[in-house]
């Protein structure tokens, strides 16, 4: 029983019997405690139980000590799954992990395999089904890989080498069905520091974003079938690039942000606006948060603060602001919990734009550098819907 109801039945019970109270004072006394129950019973009240509110958002963390690399699966606001990956799978624990928001695959990648190749360790947490690979594709002596990204359909490997023309930027399509690896050269490059990042699958075609000569960005269309390049956009300047509803998007910080929206085929540009919003999106290819018209970005704060950025959805076509979590919001609510004593782990902070829940990770010093971690969930404006705590640091959260 609540602590709170316990202590009103004994009041209610103090005043009525031992202070034999009339029955039209113990109403309005009734009435007096009632009250007190249910503004006691705030947002924050055990929130290390069971979720006060249905909470759909499934969370996916990785999990790593000395000993081994663990997934722990957070369904429904509660601790559903804590697998032994690196006993399950045979993952070191020195292995990379990579996962993408609303999928269910997770992986996990080291170098070094048969042949040079890849090694890889791949679970899906819809099925329980594993897929282990020792050596995607062959690399050649100078070939060095340094991305990996995978489809339900393909794994893809960006790498470089060198001959006795010069260095180049390649790419590794390992076909999941005829076990065959092809390498394509994507561009010559200089030594000089270069961009690329994963890229993104649609349909038979594949969209990766390079390095032009002169640094700007590039984006380059490939067939996957007869692997030739069909199309190719140069940029203005380097910028980040993502696909929604089969339309190409490209976002250019000066030192707002530039927004361009291209035809996924011929890329003939089909419109351009200004988002309200001074932001930097990095460089590369990303996967998109979206919700009808607007998109998830990182409203960077004003320093000094104890925040550094807030998530922040804007209209693509109107480029204003729809939505800006306030963040402090969110450290003052964990305040009242843990008074001075916690940190928010920023770059561990996800939002499920589906349920309109923030999902997030934060660290508490319970004395002596003793740190414990816990996932939070919060609505909109920053009030706490529910805490899980975690064993150890998780390294990755993602929402599927």
């Known amino acids: 029983m609540n602590i709170y109801l316990r202590t009103y039945v004994y009041l ?43 909470i759909s958002t499934k969370v996916t963390l990785f999990i790593q000590d000395l ?127 270069y961009s690329s990042q994963r890229p993104i699958k649609v349909g038979n075609y594949l969209y990766i974003y390079h390095d032009g000569v002169m640094g700007q960005g590039v984006v380059s269309k490939l067939n996957l079938t007869n692997f030739t390049f069909e199309n190719q956009l140069t940029l203005e300047s380097a910028g980040s690039v993502t696909v929604i509803n089969n339309v190409l998007h490209v976002f250019i910080n000066d030192p707002d942000i530039d927004h361009y929206e291209y035809n996924l085929n011929t890329f003939e540009l089909l419109r351009s606006n200004k988002l309200a919003i001074p932001n930097s999106l990095g460089v590369g ?27 922040t959805l804007v209209n693509l076509n109107s480029g204003l602001v729809t939505l800006d979590i306030d963040m402090n919001n969110v450290k003052a609510n964990l305040d009242e919990l843990y008074p001075n004593s916690f940190v928010l782990l920023e770059s561990q902070t996800q939002l499920d734009v589906i349920n309109e829940i923030l999902v997030g990770v934060f660290s508490v010093n319970s004395g002596q550098n003793d740190l414990t971690y816990a996932v939070y969930y919060v609505d909109y404006n920053g009030n706490i819907l529910n805490l899980v705590p975690l064993d150890f640091k998780p390294y990755t959260l993602s929402i599927r």
Not at 45 to 53: F, H, I, M, T
């Open 12 to 54: 209610y019970l103090h005043f009525s019997i031992i202070h034999n109270t009339s029955t039209m004072y113990l109403k309005y006394f009734a009435i007096f405690l009632i009250c007190l129950f249910t503004l006691s019973c705030s947002k924050n009240d055990n929130p290390e139980g069971e979720p006060s509110v249905t």
């Open 67 to 193: 000993a081994s690399v663990y997934l722990i699966d957070i369904v429904n606001g509660t601790m559903a799954t804590n697998i032994d990956i690196g006993t399950e799978l045979g993952v070191p624990i020195n292995a990379h992990a990579y996962g993408q928001n609303h999928n269910p695959n997770v992986s996990f990648y080291e170098t070094g395999g048969i042949g040079g190749g890849y090694r890889l360790w791949e679970k899906n947490l819809d099925t329980g089904a594993n897929f282990q690979l020792d050596g995607i594709c062959d690399f050649d002596p100078l070939e060095i890989p340094f991305s990996l990204s995978s489809t339900p359909d393909y794994f893809f490997v960006l790498t470089t080498d060198s001959d006795t023309t010069g260095a180049y930027l390649n790419l590794r399509v390992y076909n999941r069905g005829t076990n065959v690896c092809e390498k394509v050269v994507i561009t010559a490059i200089n030594f000089a520091p």
């Open 285 to 311: 290819m990303f996967d998109p948060i979206v919700t009808g018209e607007s998109m998830l970005l990182s409203n960077d704060q004003a320093q000094p603060s104890p925040i550094s950025v807030n998530p």
